[in-house]
């Protein structure tokens, strides 16, 4: 790994987990299922989204499959972004700012393979 590419693969790392653990709280919390009811959507949407969030983070997270996953990851932020929005919680910021780390990661291009820039 190139000294150019370790912050990307910190970026890419730190996103990743970050992600990771908090979708797992929301798919998983009793609290985070609490803090949804009153929302009006339906409940199998909170589980589906999270799932589908870990899913990404995980792929994220694989070098082979990181550009799939930070596309993915782009779309549930978007996803997000937009129910969030749609009722009336306009504190995005962090969606945002993990939308532009994913953008920057896949930007890059320089996942590791054995060794091997990708």
């Not at 709280?25 to 589908?52: K, M, N, V, Y």
């Not at 969030?84 to 700012?97: E, N, Q, S, T």
Request: hydrophobic fraction near 60%; glycine fraction near 10%.
């Amino acid at each position: 790994m190139s000294k150019q590419s370790i912050p990307i693969a910190t970026l890419r790392w730190a996103l990743g987990l970050v992600v990771l653990v908090e979708a797992l709280h929301f798919a998983l919390s009793r609290g985070a299922a609490a803090h949804f009811a009153p929302t009006g959507l339906p409940l199998w949407i909170r589980p589906l989204l999270a799932w589908l969030e870990t899913v990404a983070a995980i792929l994220f997270l694989v070098p082979a499959t990181a550009r799939a996953g930070g596309y993915a990851l782009l779309l549930t932020f978007a996803a997000a972004l937009g129910l969030h929005v749609h009722l009336g919680d306009y504190g995005v910021g962090a969606l945002m700012v993990y939308a532009a780390a994913a953008i920057v990661c896949i930007a890059d291009g320089r996942t590791q393979l054995n060794g091997k820039t990708a």
